[in-house]
């Protein structure tokens, strides 16, 4: 693996020269001098923590724009899941295809799936150089999802990068999965040491539905049949109470916050409030270009850091904790020791060009990053030391 000296760099507020040298970073007595296979004079630049979309679906971006404005349930049953069944393998080769070249080029170099055919996805993602949790999705008499079908392709599976792809076992959500293929799912991701990736309480719909069917709200029938744990990722999380978020926190769960395809579904404000105070740790996702309609993780951010305030106190959400959310927080969710620009971590990085018109003036990087800037800002993309994108 090649070495790349990044000299006079703007590090949290100073110029520095960073080394990424054997998939990592580092700092500590690295010189303009230091040796390395390529020397990149960064002045006018920023270096910052990589994106991790945390929650998404990406071969959904062949539906980009194809079904707006309306509910969840009404959009799911009437248009997405209609759409779907017409997809072939090579039709969700192209989609994640999209999906990997967009998310790269804005600066992700991760990102939790959830979909079929994940060989397809699998593929790209190897081609493209960064990294994936590919989930293998179980839903309840879907002919592509079935539980029962999964076993054998999990035990034959080899990661074809050699440690950039994972794979995950994702119920699709508590109503389209019954009682026993959620208990057998949480057991074989357990069995295999895999993730367990699932959408919950994403709608007031969904809780009056469980309350009905369990008696109880979808946070506590999950903890009741033993499927919440440190390997959850649970996806949008909105419909919690305070006691909820507590057993999400005891019990060691990621939370993913989608903001963008929450309003867009009319789904809910996240309850940043009890979610802070619980102590649990929160990630950012995209969800799928069907319900955001993109896959920029750097406007999740801005969107995530408004809807906080919008219940009217400006200092909830600031710039510098979503952007933690967005880099850090995924990535120890997914066991990937980055997130930071530090010695010695996997030098997982943006580079950001301090000279593009939304970047300028620059008071404080990581404010314009997140409120002001957009893509075009977006110079370089490091994955494990190795550029993955660039336009310099």
């Not at 971006?61 to 194809?66: A, E, I, K, Q």
Request: charged share 25%; aromatic share 8%.
């Amino acid at each position: 693996m090649g070495s790349i000296l990044l000299k006079n760099v703007l590090l949290d507020g100073e110029r520095r020269c960073v080394l990424l040298r054997d998939g990592r970073f580092a700092l500590e007595g690295v010189t303009q001098e230091s040796a390395a296979d390529e020397t990149i004079d960064a002045e006018g630049f920023a270096i910052v923590p990589a994106f991790y979309n945390a929650h998404t679906h990406a071969a959904m971006s062949l539906l980009r724009g194809y079904a707006n404005d309306m509910p969840l349930q009404t959009w799911l049953q009437d248009y997405i899941w209609p759409y779907e069944d017409k997809l072939t393998a090579e039709d969700i080769r192209r989609g994640s295809g999209l999906a990997v070249r967009e998310m790269v080029s804005t600066g992700s170099v991760f990102f939790n799936d959830m979909y079929f055919d994940i060989e397809e996805t699998i593929d790209e993602v190897a081609e493209a150089g960064i990294r994936a949790c590919i989930g293998i999705t179980i839903m309840d008499n879907h002919p592509l999802a079935l539980l029962e079908e999964k076993k054998r392709f999990l035990s034959e599976w080899k990661d074809p990068t050699g440690g950039r792809i994972t794979l995950a076992v994702a119920p699709h959500a508590i109503y389209t999965v019954c009682e026993e293929r959620l208990k057998m799912a949480a057991g074989l991701a357990r069995e295999n040491g895999l993730k367990l990736h699932i959408h919950l309480s994403e709608t007031v719909t969904e809780v009056e539905d469980c309350l009905k069917a369990h008696g109880t709200t979808p946070v506590r029938y999950l903890d009741s049949i033993g499927f919440l744990g440190p390997d959850v990722i649970a996806a949008h999380c909105i419909h919690i109470d305070r006691e909820e978020w507590d057993i999400l926190a005891a019990r060691g769960v990621t939370a993913v916050h989608c903001p963008c395809s929450n309003m867009k579904l009319g789904s809910g404000r996240f309850p940043y409030e009890l979610a802070i105070a619980s102590g649990v740790r929160i990630a950012l996702g995209t969800d799928g270009c069907s319900s955001n309609d993109n896959l920029d993780m750097r406007e999740e951010c801005k969107f995530a850091a408004l809807l906080a305030k919008l219940a009217g106190d400006p200092a909830i959400a600031p710039a510098g904790q979503v952007l933690e959310w967005a880099t850090r927080g995924g990535a120890e969710a997914f066991g990937i020791d980055a997130g930071v620009i530090a010695e010695g971590k996997v030098a997982d990085a943006v580079l950001l060009d301090l000279h593009a018109r939304k970047m300028q003036p620059c008071f404080n990087v990581v404010s314009n990053w997140i409120y002001s800037a957009d893509s075009s800002a977006v110079a370089r993309v490091f994955c494990g030391g190795r550029t993955v994108y660039s336009r310099l």
